[in-house]
C-alpha cells in the first residue's frame, strides 16, 4: 500500500506562525510594563523613605536644640532678675542713707553701684526727683536702664523660636513624605495584581491607573524639599 504525504501550503505554515507569536508579544508588553512599574515604584518608595527618615531626624535635632537653647535663655532671664533685685536693693539703701543724712555710708552705696546702672542713675538724678513731682520713681524704670542679660535672654528666646520653627517644618516634610509612599503603595498594587489578570482590556485599565498614580506621586514627591 503506498503513502500519501500530505505538504501544507507554505503560505499557511507562515500566516499560522504569525497569528501565534502575536498573542505572545502582546502579552509581553503589559507584563514589561508592571515590570517597569513595580521597579520604579520600589525606587521611589525607598526615596521616600530616606527623605522621611532623614526629615525625623532633623526634626528631633532642631527639638532638642530649641530646648537646649530655651533653658539657656530662662537662665539669662532669671539671672537678669536677680540683677535688678541687687540694683534695687543697693539704690534702696542709697535712697535711706540719703534721707537719713548719712553722706559717707550713700558714697559707700553709689560705689556699689554696677556699670550698667550708673547711666541709668545719673539720667534719674537729672530729672531732681526730690523736687520734681512729675519725676519717674526710680533708675529701675528709666529707659537708660538696660540688662545685658535680659537682651541675652531675649535673643536666646528668639533663637530658640527659629529652632522650633524649623523643627515644625522638618516634621512637616517628614509627614509629607511618608503620605506619598500611600501613592506609591496603591501603584504596587495595581501592578501586582495586573500580572494576575487575564484579560487584556483590564489589565491595560489597571496598569494605566497605576501608571497614573506613579506620576502623581513621583510629582508630589519633587515637589517637596530634599533633606
Known sequence: MSHVHAHAPHEL???GEETSDRPAR????????????LSLTTLATAWSGYQAAL???????HYARASAVRVKGQQQAAAAGQTRIDDLLNFNGWLNARQAGQRSLATVYERRF??????AFRA???????????AIPGPLYMP???????????????????LYREGTE????????ILSTVFFAAVLFFAGISL?????????AVLGLGAAMLILGAGFVLSLPVA
Open 13 to 15: 505554515t507562515e500566516a
Open 124 to 134: 534719674w538724678l537729672a530729672q531732681r526727683p526730690f523736687t520734681n513731682p512729675r
Open 196 to 204: 494576575r489578570l487575564l484579560w487584556r482590556p483590564l489589565r491595560l
Open 55 to 61: 526629615w525625623s531626624g532633623d526634626q528631633s535635632q
Open 26 to 37: 502582546a502579552e509581553r508588553l503589559p507584563e514589561l510594563g508592571a515590570v517597569l512599574l
Open 144 to 162: 537708660q536702664y538696660r540688662l545685658a542679660q535680659t537682651a541675652r535672654a531675649a535673643a536666646l528666646d528668639a533663637q530658640a523660636d527659629t
Open 114 to 119: 554696677r556699670a550698667e546702672f550708673v547711666p
Open 170 to 177: 522638618a516634621k512637616s516634610n517628614d509627614d509629607k513624605y
